[in-house]
């Protein structure tokens, strides 16, 4: 195995995030996602969750020596997800954007059309069941 992918310090929280992009040329960038479309939940919860993956982050950063200005770690969430909370905690990129930055090129796009139909239906298809609660349902167990 290569020495580069033997971690040291190794956390063991489950809140593992969504996306996890490492780029090591010309210099290691990290990118780190926690996405959500249809959960429930609150702002409190979600910062919660988005501050036990630093510790993953951390992990990372320390193994392959990453410089935190190259370290970006974000939230990708429907703009109605935080119901008009805003937190200067974290970075939000909303899947609003997205389509606002792509609707010139990618308007007769499949995945951008599904994307466009989940986001105005999103007061409908939001889960009535808190997210937070049902912890480890979606990952594997130890």
Request: proline share 3%; charged share 30%; glycine share 2%.
């Amino acid at each position: 195995m290569n020495d580069r992918f033997k971690y040291k310090n190794v956390p063991t929280t489950k809140d593992t995030p969504d996306l996890v992009v490492l780029i090591t040329e010309p210099e290691s960038i990290l990118i780190v996602v926690e996405a959500k479309m249809y959960s429930s939940g609150n702002l409190a919860d979600f910062k919660r969750q988005f501050n036990d993956q630093k510790k993953i982050i951390d992990c990372i950063k320390h193994n392959l020596n990453i410089d935190d200005k190259n370290i970006f770690h974000l939230a990708l969430v429907p703009e109605k997800y935080f119901k008009n909370s805003k937190s200067n905690d974290f970075q939000i990129l909303f899947w609003e954007n997205i389509l606002d930055s792509y609707v010139d090129i990618l308007s007769d796009n499949y995945f951008y059309n599904v994307l466009k139909t989940a986001l105005d239906d999103f007061e409908n298809l939001r889960s009535k069941i808190n997210a937070f609660s049902t912890s480890g349902k979606n990952m594997d167990e130890n």
